[in-house]
T-cell receptor, first 111, second 115 residues
Framework: EPEVTQTPSHQVTQMGQEVILRCVPISNHLYFYWYRQILGQKVEFLVSFYNNEISEKSEIFDDQFSVERPDGSNFTLKIRSTKLEDSAMYFC?????????FGQGTRLTVV | KQEVTQIPAALSVPEGENLVLNCSFTDSAIYNLQWFRQDPGKGLTSLLLIQSSQREQTSGRLNASLDKSSGRSTLYIAASQPGDSATYLCAVKRKVGGGADGLTFGKGTHLIIQP
């Protein structure tokens, strides 16, 4: 069964460093998303990506964040200069026109 | 701004019981509603998707209903099993952007099924 794959599963980084989180969406899906979940809180939408450009972004997705689809299969989230409050589980998701499927997440810890 | 609320926040029941989880949302102009399961430290597993034009969806022991006009959805779990223990999340997608819009999530119901 097709699934969304995320790497790495865990990442520890120093404050101020850049991190890149990677995702391989389901191959025939059109829409790609990033979400985050701070420990004990709701899953929050960050950004959606369609037709090689950002479709929508939340107020959380500021200039520190960027997304890219560098080739036909990968979808990445870059955080330029990490802050302590960026520590969270980051989920990638993809969908056709309806149901969204999520990856297992990358746990990012900023120290 | 869409807000999604889930009640109860936590529920513990003996194995075999039927149970209902509730979800409410403030803006009825939704594209669809999706129920997910999340195990501790894991990703989100899609359980059921209800399109805005539908009233309910069923998958095995799960049944989800949608009353868009009142801003409510319920997830019914029949004959609960210890393996059903997890956090159940409700999420809605707004109507305007359709497929491109993100989901708005509730905080979830943490369910424990006692053997």
């Amino acid at each position: 069964e097709p699934e969304v794959t995320q790497t790495p599963s865990h990442q520890v980084t120093q404050m101020g460093q850049e991190v890149i989180l990677r995702c391989v969406p389901i191959s025939n899906h059109l829409y790609f998303y990033w979400y985050r979940q701070i420990l004990g809180q709701k899953v929050e939408f960050l950004v959606s990506f369609y037709n090689n450009e950002i479709s929508e972004k939340s107020e959380i997705f500021d200039d520190q964040f960027s997304v890219e689809r560098p080739d036909g299969s990968n979808f990445t989230l870059k955080i330029r200069s990490t802050k302590l409050e960026d520590s969270a589980m980051y989920f990638c998701a993809s969908s056709g026109n309806t149901e969204a499927f999520f990856g297992q997440g990358t746990r990012l810890t900023v120290v | 701004k869409q807000e999604v609320t889930q009640i109860p926040a936590a529920l513990s029941v003996p194995e075999g019981e039927n149970l209902v989880l509730n979800c409410s949302f403030t803006d009825s102009a939704i594209y669809n509603l999706q129920w997910f399961r999340q195990d501790p430290g894991k990703g989100l597993t899609s359980l059921l998707l209800i399109q805005s034009s539908q009233r309910e969806q069923t998958s095995g022991r799960l049944n989800a209903s949608l009353d868009k006009s009142s801003g409510r959805s319920t997830l019914y779990i029949a004959a609960s099993q210890p393996g059903d223990s997890a956090t159940y999340l409700c999420a809605v997608k707004r109507k305007v952007g359709g497929g491109a819009d993100g989901l708005t999530f509730g905080k979830g119901t943490h369910l424990i099924i006692q053997p």
